[in-house]
């Protein structure tokens, strides 16, 4: 078997390392990703579901600057996997490639994809595997619209802290997606420092972020932006955990942690903040709920 013959049908990421891109050194990989789905051209394929394999790779620059181990930092793995999950549900499809074409416009949207190979493959069909590959680069495919998920921001005070129940009802009825935000706890040490004071009292928010998390039922703690946009496309409610979040903000966040969590609700640009137990100050800038704790009672 030829070279090119070779590299055509190995995988993507060997095709890659065959094409050569200057300034490209690093390369994002997923293998053997198999979904059930309905697609098809032929009325034999309508009406079922038949499993499909994609592999990808993507290729980006290498950082200009150490990575500090920091997520928010990187092309993450999961804009792979969620390019495939919302072709997939954005409608029914004939052909692999214009799956293929979506899924590639969609990953090279993001700014550090430099060049992306696709490969789809059908696995039901007869004796063998049936697939498409193909390779583009930005501008070659077709523009995709930036998408603004807008969500409902729940900030909720200590006195509603103390009764998951409560708390339960608000996940449920709140809409999706839902970040929850929380009020600083009072218990929590003192610093003579103010610098070490906010850094302790970030903390005490992020342990009580766990400890509500591992009292509600399917509900995260998301501490990135990468975390929080997931959880945010993925229609996941998380609880924020505010420590890396505040202390990376290009601006200066708002030392109170009411006022912080609008601040949250305009970064994020909240369709809608609730207010468990009636807390937050005042703003016109969304449409607030006011929950009472009495309210919030089933």
């Given at each position: 078997?030829?070279?090119?013959?070779q590299t055509a049908f190995s995988h993507p990421e060997d095709r890659a390392m065959a094409m050569p891109?200057?300034?490209?050194?690093?390369?994002?990989?997923?293998?053997?990703?198999?979904?059930?789905?309905?697609?098809?051209?032929?009325?034999?394929?309508?009406?079922?579901?038949?499993?499909?394999?994609?592999?990808?790779?993507?290729?980006?620059?290498?950082?200009?600057?150490?990575?500090?181990?920091?997520?928010?930092?990187?092309?993450?793995?999961?804009?792979?996997?969620?390019?495939?999950?919302?072709?997939?549900?954005?409608?029914?499809?004939?052909?692999?490639?214009?799956?293929?074409?979506?899924?590639?416009?969609?990953?090279?949207?993001?700014?550090?994809?430099?060049?992306?190979?696709?490969?789809?493959?059908?696995?039901?069909?007869?004796?063998?595997?049936?697939?498409?590959?193909?390779?583009?680069?930005?501008?070659?495919?077709?523009?995709?619209?930036?998408?603004?998920?807008?969500?409902?921001?729940?900030?909720?005070?200590?006195?509603?802290?103390?009764?998951?129940?409560?708390?339960?009802?608000?996940?449920?009825?709140?809409?999706?997606?839902?970040?929850?935000?929380?009020?600083?706890?009072?218990?929590?040490?003192?610093?003579?420092?103010?610098?070490?004071?906010?850094?302790?009292?970030?903390?005490?928010v992020e342990q009580a972020a766990w400890q509500l998390s591992a009292q509600l039922e399917d509900v995260?703690?998301?501490?990135?932006?990468?975390?929080?946009?997931?959880?945010?496309?993925?229609?996941?409610?998380?609880?924020?955990?505010?420590?890396?979040?505040?202390?990376?903000?290009?601006?200066?966040?708002?030392?109170?942690?009411?006022?912080?969590?609008?601040?949250?609700?305009?970064?994020?640009?909240?369709?809608?903040?609730?207010?468990?137990?009636?807390?937050?100050?005042?703003?016109?800038?969304?449409?607030?709920?006011?929950?009472?704790?009495?309210?919030?009672?089933?």
């Open positions: 078997m030829g070279d090119d013959t891109m200057d300034n490209v050194h690093d390369r994002l990989s997923l293998r053997d990703h198999v979904v059930e789905v309905e697609i098809g051209a032929f009325q034999a394929e309508r009406d079922m579901t038949q499993r499909v394999a994609f592999d990808i790779v993507v290729e980006v620059a290498a950082p200009e600057a150490d990575l500090e181990d920091d997520v928010d930092r990187i092309l993450s793995y999961d804009r792979l996997t969620w390019a495939i999950e919302h072709e997939l549900a954005a409608e029914r499809l004939n052909l692999l490639e214009t799956l293929a074409e979506r899924i590639a416009d969609r990953i090279l949207a993001e700014p550090q994809a430099k060049r992306v190979f696709v490969r789809i493959q059908k696995l039901d069909k007869g004796n063998g595997k049936l697939g498409v590959e193909i390779v583009r680069v930005p501008g070659q495919g077709g523009a995709i619209a930036t998408e603004v998920v807008q969500p409902v921001v729940a900030f909720v005070s200590n006195a509603a802290l103390s009764n998951v129940a409560r708390l339960t009802k608000v996940v449920q009825t709140a809409g999706s997606p839902l970040v929850i935000v929380l009020d600083l706890p009072k218990d929590r040490p003192q610093a003579a420092s103010a610098n070490s004071q906010r850094q302790i009292d970030l903390l005490a995260s703690v998301a501490a990135t932006r990468t975390e929080i946009d997931w959880a945010m496309k993925t229609g996941q409610p998380c609880i924020c955990a505010p420590a890396k979040l505040v202390n990376d903000a290009t601006d200066t966040p708002p030392e109170g942690f009411a006022e912080l969590a609008l601040w949250f609700a305009q970064e994020w640009q909240a369709k809608q903040v609730i207010d468990v137990g009636g807390t937050l100050p005042a703003t016109d800038t969304f449409p607030v709920e006011i929950v009472t704790l009495d309210q919030s009672e089933g």
